[in-house]
Nanobody, 112 residues
Framework: QVQVVESGGGLVQPGGSLRLSCAAS????????MGWYRQAPGKQRELVAR???????TYADSVKGRFTISRDNARNTVYLQMNSLKPEDTAVYYC??????WGQGTQVTVSS
């Protein structure tokens, strides 16, 4: 049984930083792509960043240069380092494990 659990959300001021973590259990973690998505109120869920089994990464244009996705296969964990946060980054952030497993989401609020 696959479980995906996010942590690390919270309230941060504009320009601040947060690091999200996602632990995925069940199956062989290292062979699966992992990703972070987000959904703001009234908007569709969108891809933020994705990391393939080999380490290749993809980012949404809106977060390039500010967010970094990484994975630690020994800890079955994927991270999202978010720097220079903006109010428009406010959303519920969801962790995704291929081919179709989701976490429950963690709220990120960027506000002064």
């Amino acid at each position: 049984q696959v479980q995906v659990v996010e942590s690390g959300g919270g309230l941060v001021q504009p320009g601040g930083s947060l690091r999200l973590s996602c632990a995925a259990s069940g199956g062989i973690f290292s062979i699966y792509a992992m990703g972070w998505y987000r959904q703001a109120p009234g908007k569709q869920r969108e891809l933020v960043a994705r990391i393939e089994r080999g380490g290749a990464t993809t980012y949404a244009d809106s977060v390039k240069g500010r967010f970094t996705i990484s994975r630690d296969n020994a800890r079955n964990t994927v991270y999202l380092q978010m720097n220079s946060l903006k109010p428009e980054d406010t959303a519920v952030y969801y962790c995704f494990r291929a081919p179709g497993y989701w976490g429950q989401g963690t709220q990120v609020t960027v506000s002064s």
